[in-house]
């Protein structure tokens, strides 16, 4: 999965600030369940005030995932 956000960060970063988040950490479990994520690897879409605009869990095509920030940022 990492080439694939590696991948959208390049094509996206200048207009969406991507995180990743590590559950086995106390900070990004805290994060993982204030959202109620339930699997590994976890995909979120937030809004500039936190709230969910597109979540999924498992790996995803490259494709599922730029089709969510596409639709979301309105190009």
């Given amino acids: 999965m990492q080439p694939i956000v ?3 960060e390049e094509e996206f970063g200048k207009t969406v600030v ?4 590590n559950a086995g ?3 990004g ?3 993982f369940k204030a959202y109620s994520l339930f699997g590994h ?3 979120l879409l937030l809004d ?3 709230n969910v605009l597109w979540q999924s ?3 995803q095509p490259g494709e599922n995932i730029k089709a969510a920030l596409v639709t ?3 190009q």
């Fill in 57 to 59: 869990v498992g790996e």
């Fill in 41 to 43: 690897p976890s995909f």
């Fill in 18 to 21: 991507f995180q990743q988040i």
């Fill in 48 to 50: 500039e005030k936190g």
């Fill in 72 to 74: 979301f940022l309105g």
């Fill in 25 to 27: 950490t106390g900070e």
């Fill in 6 to 8: 590696d991948g959208l």
């Fill in 29 to 31: 479990y805290k994060i």
